[in-house]
């Protein structure tokens, strides 16, 4: 039962890849810019609302607001 899981793991893990690598190879930064893109939206977005106060919901902060919003994207 483990071999089995053991290669389907695998299996996923080699697609992920060979996806990963056919998406970011015409990028200069590749699979950096796929992890700092997000972060750097979420950064930009924190400082516009920074302008807003008040305007998130009571209980959160603004950062966790915002990345829940935007990292399931």
Excluded: C, H
Excluded at 3 to 26: C, E, F, P, W
């Amino acid at each position: 039962m483990y071999s089995a899981l053991k290669t389907q793991l695998n299996v996923i893990k080699a697609l992920t890849i060979r996806d990963m690598q056919g998406l970011m190879s015409g990028y200069n930064y590749g699979f950096a810019w796929a992890l700092l893109e997000p972060v750097m939206f979420i950064g930009l977005m924190r400082v516009a609302r920074s302008a807003f106060k008040g305007l998130t919901p009571p209980d959160m902060p603004p950062s966790t607001f915002l990345i829940v919003g935007i990292v399931p994207f």
